[in-house]
T-cell receptor, first 117, second 117 residues
């Protein structure tokens, strides 16, 4: 069974600074996706960034980037130039591919990020 | 294109009553996932449905919970004889299934917050 671990329950960062959220996972699969989702106070789940396991290049989306270390089963999220609107719960998630098609998401317990003015 | 719709947004039930949660997927999406988020926890997969079929119900409690996704109309998550431990946010996500596409994103609804008194 796959597991996702986020060891930082809460983090704080000053506006305009950079912060890194940690995530590790455990799987015996070779074909899978990893995700970071953001859940602001509205509770809406928002996809931040996605990484395919077969791609060595780290994904980036504007101020958000990941450090994907497949051998170490590590998938951290770096937020640059933090903004007040980045304040939210961040969830790391894993998805294995079943028959080449998408399947359920397995989430970590989340990291609550507070961006301070 | 409207997003994933869930209703009601908030539902209050007394112990022993039934709860019905509805999810209307995005237009053109034929796949629905249900997740449960207990207080202070991450989302946990419950069930994955296609139209008129349950594909994976490995996360569903064995008793009192059922789900359907009929040919016409929304997907329904039904909880019979609710108990206080059922109090949680229930999220629905939908995705298309495009032939030959390796990955189809899951789009989340705003969730239904169930409170059992």
């Amino acid at each position: 069974a796959q597991t996702v671990t986020q060891s930082q329950p809460e983090m704080s960062v000053q506006e305009a600074e950079t912060v890194t959220l940690s995530c590790t996972y455990d799987t015996s699969e070779s074909n899978y996706y990893l995700f970071w989702y953001k859940q602001p106070p509205s509770r809406q789940m928002i996809l931040v960034i996605r990484q395919e396991a077969y791609k060595q290049q780290n994904a980036t989306e504007n101020r958000f980037s990941v450090n994907f270390q497949k051998a170490a089963k590590s998938f951290s999220l770096k937020i640059s130039d933090s903004q007040l609107g980045d304040t939210a719960m961040y969830f790391c998630a894993f998805m294995k591919l079943v028959g080449g098609a998408t399947n359920k998401l397995i989430f970590g317990t989340g990291t609550l990020l507070a961006v301070q003015p | 294109n409207a997003g994933v719709m869930q209703n009601p947004r908030h539902l209050v039930r007394r112990r022993g009553q039934e709860a019905r949660l509805r999810c209307s997927p995005m237009k053109g999406h034929s796949h629905v996932y249900w997740y449960r988020q207990l207080p202070e926890e991450g989302l946990k997969f419950m069930v994955y449905l296609q139209k008129e079929n349950i594909i994976d119900e490995s996360g569903m409690p064995k008793e009192r919970f059922s789900a359907e996704f009929p040919k016409e109309g929304p997907s329904i998550l039904r909880i019979q004889q609710v108990v206080r431990g059922d109090s949680a946010a229930y999220f629905c996500a939908s995705s298309p299934r495009v032939a030959g596409v390796h990955y189809n994103e899951q789009f989340f609804g705003p969730g239904t917050r169930l409170t059992v008194l």
